[in-house]
């Protein structure tokens, strides 16, 4: 099982349609979540972190956790043709001193007009 | 503030040659990464220090890696000799300690081995 894990995609949604984005992980001790969006031949930017259960939200974007069920998301409301990207979610669990992120392989979101 | 500077942003280089990748963190961040991403395998971190000392270089895949942290503003990840599989994009990333500090990446070094 891999540590964190994503389905790939792509993911298809309209314009102005809510993108939905998974994640789940293995380490039930895992203290923080992050996402980060990466476009095409760019570096990794993060987006949107939480720490706690429950909902985050900034701008169009909210984050979700699910400690229990080991499961984190990302919602994207009125997405953009401008959100098409892979998003990778990490997580950062208590190994090599609490320091250390793994990320997921990233899923591919692609909003088409 | 500047983010993390990563030089050379391109390299191509022979088979057998050294290659050497660049890194100055974020100022005032006291922890750097170096990932490697290829298509295969995704986003793999490769070591990283704290306080420029190496504390976890698990994912160097072999012993012609190695990477160095002479001073608070910069590091340098080496291979010597290079191999076509080394092909790949080269992150470098810092934060701040904390267990909910994000990492800031780098723009990358695109490395090709021919």
């Known amino acids: 099982q891999k540590e964190v894990e994503q389905n790939s995609g792509p993911l298809s949604v309209p314009e102005g349609a809510i993108a939905s984005l998974n994640c789940t992980y293995s380490d039930r001790v895992s203290q923080s979540f992050f996402w980060y969006r990466q476009y095409s031949g760019k570096s990794p930017e993060l987006i949107m972190s939480?720490?706690?259960?429950g909902d985050k939200e900034d701008g169009r974007f909210t984050a979700q956790l699910n400690k229990a069920s080991q499961y984190v998301s990302l919602l994207i409301r009125d997405s953009q043709p401008s959100d098409s990207a892979t998003y990778l979610c990490?997580?950062?669990?208590?190994?090599?001193?609490?320091?250390?992120?793994?990320f997921g392989t990233g899923t591919q979101l692609k909003v088409e007009l | 503030d500047a983010g993390v500077i990563q030089s050379p942003r391109h390299e191509v280089t022979e088979m057998g040659q050294e290659v050497t990748l660049r890194c100055k963190p974020i100022?005032?961040?006291?922890?750097l990464f170096w990932y490697r991403q290829t298509m295969m395998r995704g986003l793999e971190l490769l070591i990283y220090f704290n306080n420029n000392v190496p504390i976890d270089d698990s994912g160097m895949p072999e012993d012609r890696f190695s990477a160095k942290m002479p001073n608070a503003s910069f590091s340098t990840l080496k291979i010597q000799p290079s191999e076509p599989r080394d092909s790949a994009v080269y992150f470098c990333?810092?934060?701040?300690?904390?267990?909910?500090?994000?990492?800031?990446f780098g723009d990358g070094t695109r490395l090709s081995i021919l």
């Open positions: 100022s005032g961040h006291d922890y």
């Open positions: 990490a997580v950062r669990g208590l190994t090599g001193g609490g320091n250390k992120l793994t």
């Open positions: 990333a810092s934060s701040r300690g904390g267990r909910n500090q994000p990492q800031h």
């Open positions: 939480i720490y706690s259960n």
